[in-house]
């Protein structure tokens, strides 16, 4: 049997299979779940990094994600927030475990899609944009802050995505951006920067935003994030320094110093990417931390309302 027998050997009903896949992802805990517009996402990604590219017959992509802080999270200090972590591995399980349940039920290939970053193109460069398959799949919508996802009703999420061969009905985009919300409106009319943008550690952010309240522009400066939050190359620089010193003490100083030893506990436990996370421009942002499903208090008082 070829691959174009194993793909077509189940008869199924496009419309009930996504339902059925889709409701997979939200019963194992996703809080959206879409399918994105395979020729669109072919169409935006840049060569090498297009779902073809990892999967060369794929016929479908669907993207899921889960919640992001808890309630109280948002009110902790930076430096205990950036120890969070985030809830992505989440989504990555929910994901796995989607692309065996649509092999086991349509025998058509899937793939779970490697979140990770490109070892071809640095430590900045992902694989695929799982960020562009949520935004194309209708789960979330780009924001001022450095285009980071919002949804009108679970605010900040962490994303997932499924490439398969089976050929189910795209969803579309979200029709209206949820961002800037009226509260940053209003902040941009009287200052000219949003909160996101005003409370930037790094002042990182900027944009404008129209006479109809609408997002004209958006600037990310990701080097200057980078500085804070993305800092992957912090260790082997620290090892190059501690090879480079002239004596012990050197060395000593340079492997455990405070700021050092905190890099190796990170590495260890497998935390904040190394040194840190920062959450400040969401903190601030009343979408993330306002929005009507955005975290497990505010969802499990809706569902004992509904």
């Avoid at 349940?101 to 899937?110: D, R």
């Avoid at 890099?263 to 260890?268: A, Q, R, V």
């Amino acid at each position: 049997m070829g691959d174009d027998d194993v793909a077509n050997a189940t008869e199924f009903d496009a419309r009930e299979a996504k339902k059925a896949i889709l409701d997979y992802c939200l019963g194992k805990g996703a809080l959206a779940a879409g399918v994105a517009d395979l020729d669109a996402l072919e169409r935006i990604a840049p060569p090498g990094h297009r779902p073809s590219d990892i999967m060369p017959k794929v016929k479908s992509v669907i993207s899921l994600g889960v919640g992001g802080q808890t309630q109280g999270a948002w009110a902790v200090p930076a430096k205990a927030m950036g120890y969070f972590g985030s809830t992505e591995t989440r989504a990555y399980t929910i994901s796995y475990g989607a692309a065996f349940f649509i092999e086991s039920k349509y025998q058509t290939p899937a793939i779970y899609c490697p979140p990770d970053m490109d070892n071809e193109k640095g430590p900045r460069v992902p694989l695929q944009s799982l960020k562009l398959h949520a935004e194309v799949a209708g789960i979330g919508a780009r924001s001022l802050a450095g285009d980071i996802l919002l949804h009108p009703e679970f605010g900040y999420m962490y994303f997932a995505s499924i490439f398969t061969e089976l050929d189910l009905p795209p969803d579309r985009p979200m029709a209206q951006n949820p961002c800037p919300a009226p509260s940053c409106v209003s902040m941009y009319r009287q200052i000219g920067r949003t909160p996101c943008q005003k409370f930037c550690p790094v002042q990182c952010l900027s944009g404008k935003i129209d006479e109809a309240g609408k997002q004209a522009e958006m600037h990310y400066d990701m080097a200057a994030c980078a500085e804070i939050s993305q800092q992957y190359e912090a260790v082997p620089a620290l090892l190059a320094e501690a090879m480079a010193a002239e004596d012990a003490q050197g060395r000593e100083e340079a492997l455990f110093d405070p700021d050092n030893k905190m890099l190796w506990y990170k590495m260890s436990v497998g935390s904040g990417g190394l040194l840190a996370q920062c959450f400040e421009c969401m903190r601030v942002c009343p979408i993330a931390t306002k929005a009507p499903l955005a975290d497990p208090i505010r969802r499990s008082k809706a569902k004992a309302e509904a």
